[in-house]
């Protein structure tokens, strides 16, 4: 198990200086201790503006999934309004009107059918969206088994290798015992007969994931219903299907809009997704919604006081900035189902054409092409003898992008791939200056005589647990 700790004091021995001159004060400040004196807000400013200028560019960020831009008009009233706190209800009754149209825009989308009365909340990021969804698993589980809460049964949870880390913690948190089904060479999505063998009467749930954060691709969440469908008949145990939408959330509903993994299969309970992903908002808002109010346990169900009556509260997180979900619905507004189809598919068109690209390179061989969600990745054809996929994510730095090179999760952690998330603001043109420095950096490697210290890392034996559980925290 990989055990990480902050070395405060290693931190400040690499340091040059532990202390920072203000030059307008004529005076030095601990950087390790709060200050004794005030400062101009022009200094304290100035310091933090500075430091942060060692950061990426978030443009030219390809690693992550989260969103780097947004308009002025939405910059602003996020500015304006974050100190609305958004579990204060009774303060901001019109935030919490605002994050329940959300909440059945949301519903919608994802084909709930239900009349202005969706079941589901905003939380801070997907994470704790999909805490919420298990821990209805769990609950639902014990109402079905009619279990007491101190029963000595274990619950489990079947899910993909493909996971996101927050389905480690889930299960670790709430005493799930966590069934993986491994990925295999050639097949990186959720094996659903593997699946499906892994069930029990002691199992709360299954987790498909649209967008699947290794490969961007969709797990069949339809065929995992039909084949759930059949062994619920035959064995009497219901169990549902929450599915993580992290991305795929809010991109199928527009690029995709006949595929059918939502509110419109049968075992599908419960969705969730980032908002903050290709929901098109700033950091950090997700979103989790209920088909139906059976599918979530009252006992999760919190009540506050709201306009003299009581407004129900099921979030793990208390006070947070209501300024997310007002973006969120500015952008529901600003979009609409138009803007928000013709942004996706956007994205989705540089995605292709990028990976279509990178096919053509002779050392590369795709793995995924973006066109399930817009993120691809490729891997190496056969190993190369002087460098590897993380030497040219190295090499790209220089230019400020950052395409990340990681290894693939159990049973296939051998394979290092090289990912590429395309957001809104990825344009033709960039993907070209992209490619360019791709081409220019790989004759650089290829002209190697002698191996890179990551090629002779790499032919070093790995345990393969600690291995798992370093890609799985960097990623």
């Given at each position: 198990?990989?055990?990480?700790?902050?070395?405060?004091?290693?931190?400040?021995?690499?340091?040059k200086?532990?202390?920072?001159?203000?030059k307008?004060?004529?005076?030095?400040?601990?950087?390790?201790?709060?200050?004794?004196d005030?400062?101009?807000?022009?200094?304290?400013?100035?310091?933090?503006?500075?430091?942060?200028?060692?950061?990426?560019?978030?443009?030219l960020n390809l690693?992550?999934?989260?969103?780097?831009?947004m308009?002025?008009?939405?910059?602003?009233?996020m500015?304006e309004t974050?100190?609305?706190?958004?579990?204060?209800k009774?303060?901001?009754?019109?935030?919490?009107?605002?994050?329940?149209r959300?909440?059945?825009?949301?519903?919608?989308l994802?084909n709930?059918?239900?009349?202005?009365d969706?079941?589901?909340?905003?939380?801070?990021?997907?994470?704790?969206a999909?805490?919420?969804?298990g821990?209805?698993?769990k609950?639902?589980w014990?109402?079905?088994?009619?279990?007491?809460?101190?029963?000595?049964r274990?619950?489990?949870?079947?899910?993909?290798?493909?996971?996101?880390?927050?389905?480690?913690?889930?299960?670790?948190?709430?005493d799930?015992?966590m069934?993986?089904?491994?990925?295999e060479e050639?097949?990186?999505?959720?094996?659903?007969?593997?699946a499906i063998?892994?069930?029990?009467?002691?199992?709360?749930?299954?987790?498909?994931i649209?967008?699947?954060?290794?490969?961007g691709?969709y797990d069949?969440?339809?065929?995992l219903?039909?084949?759930?469908d059949k062994?619920?008949?035959?064995t009497g145990?219901?169990i549902?299907?929450?599915?993580d939408?992290?991305?795929?959330?809010?991109?199928?509903?527009f690029?995709?809009?006949?595929?059918?993994?939502?509110f419109r299969?049968?075992?599908?309970?419960?969705?969730?997704?980032s908002?903050?992903k290709y929901?098109?908002?700033?950091?950090?808002?997700?979103?989790v919604?209920?088909k139906?109010e059976e599918?979530?346990?009252?006992?999760?169900?919190?009540?506050?006081?709201?306009l003299g009556?009581?407004?129900p509260?099921?979030?793990?997180?208390?006070?947070?900035?209501g300024?997310?979900?007002?973006?969120?619905?500015y952008?529901?507004?600003?979009?609409?189902?138009?803007?928000?189809?013709?942004v996706?598919?956007h994205?989705?068109?540089?995605a292709?054409?990028?990976?279509?690209?990178?096919s053509?390179?002779?050392e590369?061989?795709?793995?995924?092409?973006g066109?399930?969600?817009p993120?691809?990745?490729?891997?190496?054809?056969?190993?190369?003898d002087?460098w590897?996929?993380y030497?040219?994510g190295?090499?790209?730095?220089?230019?400020g992008?950052?395409?990340?090179?990681?290894?693939m999760?159990?049973?296939v952690?051998?394979?290092?791939?090289?990912?590429?998330?395309v957001k809104?603001?990825?344009?033709?043109?960039?993907a070209?200056?992209l490619?360019?420095?791709i081409?220019?950096?790989l004759?650089?490697?290829?002209?190697?005589?002698?191996?890179?210290p990551s090629?002779?890392?790499?032919?070093?034996?790995?345990d393969?647990?600690n291995?798992?559980?370093?890609?799985?925290?960097?990623?």
């Open positions: 198990m990989l055990h990480l700790k902050y070395n405060h004091s290693e931190s400040k021995k690499n340091s200086h532990s202390k920072i001159l203000v307008e004060e004529g005076k030095e400040i601990p950087k390790y201790k709060i200050p004794k005030s400062m101009p807000a022009s200094s304290a400013y100035q310091i933090v503006h500075d430091e942060c200028m060692l950061d990426g560019n978030a443009r690693a992550t999934f989260v969103t780097t831009s308009e002025p008009e939405a910059q602003k009233l500015t974050m100190d609305k706190n958004m579990i204060d009774s303060e901001y009754s019109q935030t919490a009107e605002i994050e329940k959300c909440v059945n825009i949301i519903a919608d994802w709930s059918h239900s009349d202005h969706s079941i589901g909340c905003s939380t801070v990021g997907s994470s704790e999909c805490m919420l969804g821990m209805a698993l609950w639902k014990r109402e079905r088994e009619n279990l007491p809460t101190n029963t000595a274990i619950p489990n949870l079947v899910l993909s290798s493909g996971l996101q880390v927050v389905w480690e913690k889930f299960c670790k948190y709430w799930v015992e069934r993986e089904v491994p990925m050639g097949n990186y999505k959720l094996d659903v007969d593997k063998e892994l069930c029990d009467e002691n199992t709360i749930g299954i987790v498909p649209m967008g699947i954060t290794y490969t691709q069949d969440v339809k065929l219903n039909d084949e759930l062994f619920n008949k035959k145990y219901n549902p299907i929450h599915v939408a992290a991305s795929g959330g809010f991109i199928a509903p690029v995709q809009p006949d595929l059918k993994w939502d299969l049968k075992w599908v309970h419960s969705i969730s997704a908002g903050h929901g098109l908002v700033y950091p950090g808002v997700g979103w919604v209920w139906k599918y979530l346990p009252e006992d999760l169900v919190f009540y506050v006081d709201y009556g009581k407004m509260t099921m979030a793990i997180n208390f006070s947070r900035p300024n997310q979900v007002l973006a969120q619905y952008q529901f507004l600003r979009l609409g189902y138009e803007g928000y189809a013709r996706q598919k994205s989705q068109d540089v292709m054409y990028l990976s279509s690209k990178i053509e390179i002779e590369f061989k795709l793995v995924t092409d066109s399930d969600i993120v691809f990745c490729w891997t190496l054809k056969e190993k190369q002087n590897t996929l030497d040219l190295d090499r790209l730095l220089m230019n992008w950052q395409v990340p090179a990681y290894a999760p159990q049973n952690t051998d394979m290092v791939v090289q990912r590429i998330v809104s603001e990825m344009s033709f043109d960039m070209d200056m490619l360019n420095n081409l220019e950096h004759n650089y490697l290829r002209a190697l005589t002698e191996p890179t090629t002779i890392e790499a032919q070093k034996p790995k393969a647990n291995k798992i559980q370093e890609e799985r925290f960097h990623h």
